[in-house]
């Protein structure tokens, strides 16, 4: 998954949602800059829903979510 919403508090957040689900997962987490035109599209649309100037993270977070299936292998 990637996108601008994926903090690491939110990522965490989720993995012990799954955990408490019965799921195992491990997680990688990562950070890549965002491209410009979809940075500027953010901008954009949070003006025109919200009529503010938002504040958004130019950083993405990429999560990689890894699930064991029952005979301990790893999807």
Do not use: Y
Not at 3 to 23: F, Y
């Amino acid at each position: 998954m990637k996108s601008h919403l994926l903090t690491e508090a939110r990522t965490q957040k989720l993995i012990c949602s799954l955990r408490r689900k019965g799921l195992d997962v491990t997680a990688e987490r990562r950070e890549s800059a965002m491209n410009s035109v979809m940075f500027r599209i953010l901008i954009v649309s949070r003006i025109l829903s919200q009529w503010k100037v938002p504040h958004i993270n130019p950083r993405c977070g990429i999560v990689i979510l890894t699930l064991k299936n029952d005979s301990g292998n790893r999807e």
